[in-house]
């Protein structure tokens, strides 16, 4: 199943690998896409600065296009996180079980020193 973030990460990758398609179609072939759709289109071959300031903000668009989508893709694949009573019951359950593991301390005194080893130093 899929989580929330996972479903928007798709739906962002889709969108912007879409969008990027049809704006690549428009500017390799601006005209078939307006053919099809009916509108007419002359290009007299003195466009030359349209088209050099075309390709730039293209590849400036397809770009950003492509950093939309690879966010959409880590969203995508990337898991999503415990819920936070899920954690804090396994932190209660470390607790537990520290407690119940630590030794019991003996209650015994600690043995007296040899004082004599220390004066003949």
Do not use: H
């Not at 690998?17 to 005209?31: H, K, S, T």
Request: hydrophobic share 45%.
């Amino acid at each position: 199943m899929v989580s929330k973030d996972q479903g928007i990460g798709g739906a962002i990758l889709g969108v912007c690998v879409i969008v990027a398609l049809v704006y690549a179609l428009l500017v390799i072939f601006p005209a078939q896409v307006y053919g099809i759709l009916g509108t007419v289109t002359s290009n007299t071959g003195n466009n030359i600065r349209l088209d050099a300031v075309l390709i730039l903000v293209s590849i400036a668009f397809i770009a950003i296009l492509a950093i939309g989508a690879w966010i959409g893709w880590t969203m995508a694949t990337t898991p999503p996180p415990k819920p936070i009573e899920e954690i804090t019951t396994e932190i209660e359950e470390k607790k537990e079980e520290q407690k119940v593991e630590e030794p019991v301390k003996s209650t015994e005194a600690p043995a007296p020193e040899d004082k004599s080893a220390k004066k003949k130093k």
